[in-house]
């Protein structure tokens, strides 16, 4: 009984072993993506993508659509995906197509778009092309320019902007009439010569400044503008006489501008017969010159001038600021000087140079004789040149005189400085100059300069006699002040001259020296000094300098040594004068003006 009962145990255990678990049912794949299409902004921006999956998922395309980045590629189950769209510049719009995809479910597409760039503005612009009339100062006129536009339309308004705030400009055109306007400026009589700047504005667009030019006017007195460029021209006696008058006037218009000689010149007509037997009132007597006068060449000739109530007397009176080049003066100053102020001043290109002043490759051809009246009895100066009287922070420069140079005064407290080329230097320079004049004053008498005070002399020389009381020599009669220098200069006088007492300032280059230089001089050997005797030197330091042979001063090698420069400039004054004068002479100069060598030298 027992063992039946085991065996049926048995075989109900077995019977239940032997039934199927159930089966579980199959979960089934979802996907789902929201939204299923994106909106970009041509700005660029970022959007998300909810994904809504119970399975593994991916996404693809996005690598096709280079201007969009995605936070994840692939996931598992839910996530969010943040879509990002650059900037699109481009003027058409974009698109993509992304799929996200779970194995056994239908892909997802998202479709993703981009606005295109807004299409730029169109760009304006404004161009003033050239002035198309002259216009001249003191007349009414109209200039046109032709204006060229892009995308500026017809009837747009025209606004003129006068930038210095000119007297008398007006725009004429009022309005484009499309891509090329022709616009008018109008001037006044009262609108001043010059270059103007100008611009326009059309639809918001001002254009690139631009020049109104307006010329001078025509000028009544002489042809040209008296600019650098368009001198005002001198053809006639007449004409530089009325230059004097203008100046002497004191116009303004006149005494500062460039001038050009262009004819010899003689002024006869203004000699003894002229001006109460007077002669030449000088170009700035009565009102300094300050402009710019180009000789071209030229000479003036017959200068006469015999004057007792003027005080700078020359060609020239008194120049600041101006220059005189390339000219020749030929003629005769004389007369009696009535001075009431501190100084007068005579030299035969002018009597007077000060602040910033040049004479450059300028010769003279003059007698200048003049003695001093006067019932004063405070000390006075007279300065006196062949080529300028008074050299006052001023250069003087490549030049030469010839003729005679002489002051007399009976009056103890009148004194004059006195010089072939220069009666007075201070603060001044002189180079490459010489003087085959014969000098003769009282104190401060130089064959070159009369005084040199504060001032350089570098490679000058002088030919003629020099006389005088005290302070006299062969280059320059007084060096004076630390700054003062005498340097690589020539005495070539036969005599250096004491007219009377008993004064023993008296050298062949210098007369006296007071605190200031001299450097590598000579003179010849054969000069007489004081009227007695000749002076030997090896020093070219000395007042006297080193001594040279008549050899040695006719020999081209000596002043090379020197430190000359010989060519055919400005900066290469020298030439040599060849068989008939064998002395240095000057580059510009041509046979008709070269010296004729002293007797001493032959």
Known sequence: MKKLLLITAIAAIAIAGCKKKPVEPEVKPQLSVSPTSLSFTAAGETKPLTVTANKAWTLSGHTNATWLTVSATSGNGNATVNITAAENTATMAQSAKLVFTVVGTTPVEVVVTQQAAAEPEPVKTVTVGEQQEELTAGEIGEATFAVATENIVAGETITLNNTNSVAGISLETTATTGDNTIVNIGITAATPAGSHPLTLTIDGITSEPFALEIS???DDNFAGKGKSDDPYLIYTAEELALLAELVNNGNTKYNDKHYKL???????????????????IPIGAKSYFKGNFNGNNHKVSELYIN??????????????GGTVRN????????????????????GGVAGAIHYGS???????????ATDFVSDVITSRYIHLGGVVGEVYYSRIENCFAAGSV???????????????????????SM????????????GDVGGVAGMVNKSSMTNCYATGEVNGIFNVGGVAGNVNSSSGRVENCAALNPI?????????????????????ALANNVAWLGMVLIGENTETSEDGTSIHGADITTAEAKTQATYIGLGWAFGSSDASPWKWGGVDYPLPVLYWQDASTYPTLPWHLE
């Open 216 to 218: 001078e006017a025509k």
């Open 262 to 280: 262009m004819n010899d010149i003689d002024l006869s007509a203004y000699g003894a017969g002229w001006n109460d037997g007077k002669g030449w």
């Open 307 to 320: 004057s007792d109530d003027l005080f700078n007397l020359g060609l020239f009176g008194a120049i600041d």
């Open 327 to 346: 000219l020749g003066v030929e003629g005769e100053i004389s007369g009696s000087i009535n001075v009431t102020v501190y100084a007068g001043t005579v």
């Open 358 to 368: 040049n004479i450059i490759n300028c010769y003279v051809n003059v007698n200048v």
């Open 406 to 428: 002489s002051f007399l005064s009976s009056f103890l407290s009148v004194f004059g400085y006195v010089g072939g080329v220069a009666g007075f230097l201070y603060e001044s």
């Open 431 to 442: 180079a490459n100059c010489y003087s085959t004049s014969s000098v003769s004053g009282k």
């Open 496 to 516: 250096v001259l004491r007219t009377e007492g008993g004064s023993t300032y008296f050298g062949r280059v210098a007369g006296v020296v007071i605190l200031a």
